[in-house]
């Protein structure tokens, strides 16, 4: 019985450290993600010359779940409750932060971009997307420098601190 108990109380602790490490990794993902999206974005405004409900919607529907809620959410909120695009932006946005493990810098980036979309000629919507871009690299540069940093030590640590409990413990 004290073995399976010592066990469990390794594996809980292991199980967390991996998890923590997969959250890392995980941004990385989100982040390319993020970069191929707004890539397409930009391509439907600027050479489809497609409105922009419409190139939310085409870009949707080319994107993984957790993304495509986002480009549906803003979509309804313009056509449906007759919002301006920031606003339907921002409440998307909100309503996205919590099911991704993006960093505050990189929904920052995201808002911004929400505030000038629509705003101004094709050419100075396309320098926009070009500043997110930027920023985006600059996070994904981030967030795998962190990722190489942090994934073992989480990893070692959770590993580590399970089986000094179960010293302490039994």
Not at 131 to 136: E, T
Not at 149 to 169: D, E
Request: aromatic content about 12%; charged content about 20%; proline content about 2%.
């Amino acid at each position: 019985m004290r073995l399976a108990g010592m066990l469990l109380l390794v594996a809980a602790g292991s199980a967390m450290g991996f998890y923590k490490a997969n959250e890392l990794k995980r941004r990385i993902r989100e982040i390319i993600a993020l970069q191929n999206a707004f890539r397409l974005l930009e391509t439907e405004i600027y050479y489809t010359r497609s409105p922009i409900p419409q190139a939310l919607d085409t870009v949707a529907c080319r994107q993984p779940e957790w993304m495509r809620c986002f480009f549906h959410q803003v979509c309804h909120a313009m056509e449906q409750e007759c919002l301006p695009l920031y606003q339907a932006w921002d409440a998307s946005l909100d309503c996205f932060k919590t099911s991704t493990f993006l960093c505050d810098d990189e929904l920052d980036a995201v808002r911004s971009l929400g505030q000038s979309l629509g705003s101004g000629d094709v050419t100075e919507q396309v320098k926009h997307f070009q500043l997110l871009q930027q920023r985006l690299q600059y996070a994904l540069e981030q967030a795998e420098y962190s990722y190489a940093q942090k994934a073992r030590i989480w990893q070692y640590m959770g590993i580590c601190i399970s089986m000094a409990m179960v010293l302490l413990l039994y």
